[in-house]
């Protein structure tokens, strides 16, 4: 805190206490197990009594069934996630601004995927998060765009226009906005490094962070390459900025071996708790089991980090992290449930 006036060093320590008291009332572990044996109206019901009370109760008049869980996690998600950015003071505003634009790209791209799907608006707008700079008026225009091309014209003066405007004719050529989802989430990366390094107070313990993030995305990326038998070059599927050279994950992707491929990961890995996963997923072939296994990873690495450097970027991240994969759980419970899959199956793709 040296070099931070008193006054802002009370409202660093007063915001990341707020944190720290929002993420004791997250859903326990115990409760996910007890949902898992619930029924979808059950399931409603039980999250009606928590924190996503006045969004159950106020878009039950409207929705029912998965729609009503749907817009209710997306409406309570956009809310808390609006506030804390009002809550929190001076560099950690500017850093939490920034990580919160990850949230325009997948607006963006679900709305493009919407539009070329031909989904209706309504259908579109329910699983909209609004909590990046692109605001719920800012969607609902885009959401009012009769094609994908009249969206991206819409986007004109965004940070991330150039990208959608040189990917777009190969996504509507291809069907597929993979390519384009790619490039959106590196130049995300690429702004988030660069703002952590432009030298605004703090920019070094947020710099920690970005980077293990990267490196998870990137290790999660390796397998998912793998799992569905794709062994060419995958340099421009990788995001630079993390501990790990382009080249270097290039030469780990051309590993055939599940083993060997695990074996060669872990001798450029220092993390002990990601070593341990690794060891943990060596036989494991569901890849949402092993995406699951590695985000452990990185909110127990972010937990770890946020108690060495209490009052900085990281309590608030965590809590954003945290609250997002709440969200992730109860929108897997109530889809998986309407879909009639076991408890015992749903369980994997929990993280808890």
């Not at 729609?67 to 209710?72: F, H, K, M, P, R």
């Not at 950015?85 to 505003?93: A, D, F, H, S, Y």
């Not at 997948?106 to 699983?127: C, S, Y």
Request: proline share 4%; net charge neutral; charged share 30%.
């Amino acid at each position: 805190m040296a070099g931070i006036s008193s006054g802002l060093a009370t409202n660093y320590i007063y915001a990341c206490t707020r944190m720290r008291v929002r993420r004791s009332l997250l859903i326990p572990r115990e409760d996910y197990l007890r949902m898992l044996n619930m029924s979808l109206p059950e399931i409603t019901r039980f999250i009606g009594e928590t924190n996503y009370r006045s969004e159950i109760d106020e878009l039950g008049t409207s929705f029912s069934g998965i729609n009503l869980v749907e817009e209710a996690l997306s409406w309570n998600l956009a809310k808390e996630y609006q506030s804390i950015l009002e809550l929190v003071p001076g560099e950690l505003k500017y850093f939490t601004a920034s990580y919160l634009r990850r949230w325009d790209i997948q607006n963006v791209v679900t709305i493009l995927r919407g539009k070329m799907q031909g989904m209706r608006p309504g259908k579109i707008k329910e699983v909209l998060i609004p909590a990046g700079k692109l605001d719920k008026i800012a969607l609902d225009r885009l959401i009012a765009e009769e094609s994908p091309e009249r969206v991206a014209e819409a986007l004109k003066g965004e940070r991330f226009y150039p990208v959608i405007e040189r990917e777009l004719p190969r996504a509507m050529e291809t069907g597929s906005f993979a390519h384009l989802e790619n490039e959106l989430y590196k130049g995300y990366y690429a702004r988030l490094v660069a703002d952590a390094t432009e030298g605004v107070k703090g920019g070094e313990i947020f710099l920690k962070y970005i980077r293990l993030e990267i490196d998870i995305r990137n290790i999660q990326n390796l397998f998912r390459l793998r799992a569905g038998h794709i062994r060419e070059d995958v340099r421009e599927l990788m995001i630079p900025g993390g501990s790990f050279k382009v080249e270097e994950l290039q030469r780990l992707s051309g590993l055939e071996d599940q083993d060997e491929f695990i074996d060669a990961l872990k001798r450029q890995v220092k993390m002990t708790p990601l070593l341990n996963a690794l060891e943990a997923i060596r036989g494991t072939t569901a890849i949402h089991e092993i995406e699951v296994a590695l985000t452990r990873v990185q909110l127990d690495q972010m937990e770890r980090m946020s108690k060495r450097y209490p009052f900085s970027i990281l309590p608030v991240i965590v809590y954003l992290e945290e609250k997002k994969y709440e969200v992730a759980n109860l929108r897997a419970l109530a889809r998986g449930k309407e879909a009639g899959l076991p408890g015992e199956r749903l369980q994997g793709y929990l993280v808890m």
